[in-house]
C-alpha cells in the first residue's frame, strides 16, 4: 500500500489500551478542528470534529480533548483494537472559511 | 449508496504528457477538493470549489487545472509544468461552504505515477 506512514511519529500500543494521539494547531483564531483515519491506500474516514466553544467531544470509543490555551488537540481512543492500527491526522480551518489544513499525521500501531 | 468516486485508481504517465482524474460525487455537496499527499507528509489543498463554475487556488496549484463545470464532478489535470506530479490524489466533498465548516468526505485516492 501507500507509504503514507513513512518518516511519521509512530505511536505504538498493545490492543486493549486506551490511546492518546496529540495534535498542535497553528492559528489561534481557527474554530473547527477534525480527526481523520486513514488506512493504507485508502482516503481519510472522519472519526470526529470540534468546534472551538467546546473543550471535549465524545463519540464511539473517542474523545476529543480542545485546549485553545496552548493550541493543542488531542485524540483519545479507548480500548484500541487492532482495527484502530492507522495513519490519524488533525485539520484545522486555517484560516476560518478556508479549506481544512492537515497536519503530518501519526502512525498508530496496535499490538496483541 | 453515497459518496465520492475517483477513477482510476492507479495511474501510469510519461513525462511531458498532461494527464486529467476524474471525480465524481452523488452527495449533493456544493463544494469539492482536491488535495495531494506524499510520503510522511501532511495532505496539501491544490484547488478548491464552492459553487459549480467557480474555483479557487490552494497552497500549491502551480502545475494543475481544474474544472467544475457540474455539481457533481471536479476533474484535476497535472500539467507538464508540475514538477513532482508522482503522488496520491485525495478528492474530497463537504456541505459546508464559506464559514459554515463541515467535515470533508473523500474519495480513495488516485496513484499517479509519471516517470
Known amino acids: 500500500g501507500e507509504s503514507v506512514g513513512l518518516h511519521l511519529p509512530t505511536l505504538s500500543v498493545q490492543e486493549g489500551d486506551n490511546s492518546i494521539i496529540n495534535c498542535a494547531y497553528s492559528?489561534?483564531?481557527?474554530?473547527?478542528f477534525i480527526w481523520y483515519k486513514q488506512e493504507s491506500g485508502k482516503g481519510p474516514q472522519f472519526i470526529i470534529d470540534?468546534?472551538?466553544?467546546?473543550d471535549k467531544r465524545q463519540g464511539q470509543r473517542v474523545t476529543v480533548l480542545l485546549n485553545k490555551t496552548v493550541k493543542h488537540l488531542s485524540l483519545q481512543i479507548a480500548a484500541t483494537q487492532p482495527g484502530d492500527s492507522a495513519v490519524y491526522f488533525c485539520?484545522?480551518?486555517?484560516?476560518?472559511?478556508?479549506?481544512?489544513?492537515f497536519g503530518k499525521g501519526t502512525s498508530l500501531l496496535v499490538t496483541p | 449508496d453515497g459518496g465520492i468516486t475517483q477513477s482510476p485508481k492507479y495511474l501510469f504517465r510519461k513525462e511531458g504528457q498532461n494527464v486529467t482524474l476524474s471525480c465524481e460525487q452523488n452527495?449533493?455537496?456544493?463544494?469539492m477538493y482536491w488535495y495531494r499527499q506524499d510520503p510522511g507528509q501532511g495532505l496539501r489543498l491544490i484547488y478548491y470549489?464552492?459553487?459549480?463554475?467557480?474555483?479557487q487556488k490552494g497552497d500549491i496549484a502551480e502545475g494543475y487545472s481544474v474544472s467544475r463545470e457540474k455539481k457533481e464532478s471536479f476533474p484535476l489535470t497535472v500539467t507538464s509544468a508540475q514538477k513532482n506530479p508522482t503522488a496520491f490524489y485525495l478528492c474530497?466533498?463537504?456541505?459546508?461552504?464559506?464559514?459554515?465548516?463541515?467535515?470533508?468526505?473523500f474519495g480513495n485516492g488516485t496513484r499517479l505515477t509519471v516517470t
Open positions: 470540534i468546534r472551538s466553544n467546546m
Open positions: 485539520a484545522e480551518n486555517n484560516p476560518p472559511g478556508y479549506a481544512l489544513n
Open positions: 492559528n489561534s483564531a481557527s474554530d473547527y
Open positions: 474530497a466533498s463537504s456541505s459546508g461552504t464559506g464559514e459554515v465548516v463541515s467535515p470533508l468526505h
Open positions: 470549489s464552492q459553487i459549480v463554475n467557480d474555483f
Open positions: 452527495l449533493n455537496h456544493d463544494a
